[in-house]
Nanobody
Framework: QVQLVESGGGLVQAGGSLRLSCAAS????????MGWFRQAPGKAREFVAA????????QYADSVKGRFTISRDNAKNTGYLQMNSLKPEDTARYYC???????????????WGQGTQVTVSS
């Protein structure tokens, strides 16, 4: 079993940057693929990015490609989402999750954190 805790969210002006972290406990994190999703009030959960357990494969939503970078440090049991050139439409609660596939399909992920709020002001 894996427990996930996100951090690093906050309020930032448009054009700014934030780095989210996802700290994992449990023995299986290093063998699990990881994804980031986000959900804004009144909107459906949205895929952001995913990374394979080795970090060799990454996948991004078109809306964040070129601005966000997903990474992980298995030695630290931590995943990251570097977010640059933030836009007001990036405002949402961001969640990390682990699962058996690198995919944008949220149903494929087994474990989820509680999320961290990101607010981008215009």
């Amino acid at each position: 079993q894996v427990q996930l805790v996100e951090s690093g969210g906050g309020l930032v002006q448009a054009g700014g940057s934030l780095r989210l972290s996802c700290a994992a406990s449990g023995r299986t994190f290093s063998n699990s693929h990881m994804g980031w999703f986000r959900q804004a009030p009144g909107k459906a959960r949205e895929f952001v990015a995913a990374i394979s357990w080795r970090g060799s494969i990454t996948q991004y939503a078109d809306s964040v490609k070129g601005r966000f970078t997903i990474s992980r440090d298995n030695a630290k049991n931590t995943g990251y989402l570097q977010m640059n050139s933030l836009k007001p439409e990036d405002t949402a609660r961001y969640y990390c999750a682990t699962g058996a596939r690198v995919t944008s399909d949220y149903t494929a992920y087994d474990y989820w954190g509680q999320g961290t709020q990101v607010t981008v002001s215009s």
